[in-house]
């Protein structure tokens, strides 16, 4: 499955972030691309670690040894990347360089929270499930502008329901991500346990589990 920047961004967040060896501060999350100081593609990833703590020994010191050695005024930041844990140095002009890309930890910390039981709209489905309401389970599985995680809550909670008439719908629909499809696959699955039914391999009619013979196509199935 090709990674989508969101998808990166949610693997990286959820990653252990490391402490900078330089100053043993722990590092924020840096968007390359916004930060109108970077090139995320540069990179070859859209999110790096950085250290951005101004007393870290790297960057204080940076600016004398680039003077000395380069006559450039400049220093460097440690940066970390999150998917090998490589560490390097990244060169910054000012004090202020790339400050504009670091994550929002409030906006991280609700985003970490999103397909959770404390996510109000997994909550919202629940009390859909206790309604009964197959509708709107169904209408948030196939809302592709959910998250991916919440539209999977909703696909667990219909195939709870073990209503029979939802399999067609959820059959029918062209699912985009795998994440979701694989969780209406397993929906699908606990809703034929609940009714001890299963799809005719010849003309996918809803039968019996123990059909011996499709009361539809007529089709012999032992």
């Known amino acids: 499955m090709i990674l989508t920047k969101a998808d990166v961004y949610e693997k990286t967040i959820f990653t252990e972030r490391p402490f ?19 090139c995320g593609s540069g990179w070859g990833t859209p999110y790096l670690f950085v250290c951005f703590n101004d007393e870290c020994s790297a960057f204080v010191n ?25 560490k390097e140095l990244m060169m910054v002009f000012s004090m202020h ?21 404390v996510d109000p709209l997994v909550q919202a489905l629940m009390k859909n499930f206790e309604a009964r309401d197959a509708e709107t389970l ?15 809550k909703a696909a667990a909670l219909i195939g709870e329901l073990g209503l029979v008439k939802t399999i067609e719908p959820l059959r029918n629909y062209k699912f985009k991500d795998q994440r979701v499809l694989a969780s209406v696959h397993t929906a699908i699955d606990r ?22 013979k499709c009361s539809e196509c007529g089709k012999d199935l032992q």
């Open 97 to 117: 360089d790339g400050k504009s890309g670091i994550l929002d930890e409030a906006k991280i910390a609700v985003d970490k929270k999103k397909g959770t039981d």
């Open 20 to 38: 900078c060896p330089h100053c043993g501060e722990r590092m924020k999350i840096w968007e390359c691309e916004d930060s109108g100081f970077g």
């Open 191 to 212: 809703i034929h346990q609940i009714n001890a039914t299963r799809e005719c391999p010849f003309c996918f009619e809803i039968i019996a589990q123990r059909s011996k």
């Open 62 to 86: 940076g600016w004398d040894n680039m003077m000395k050695n380069y006559g450039r005024k400049c220093s460097y930041r440690c940066i970390c990347f999150p998917d090998s844990g490589v």
């Open 138 to 152: 169904l209408s948030n599985i196939f809302n592709a502008k959910m998250h991916h995680k919440v539209r999977q």
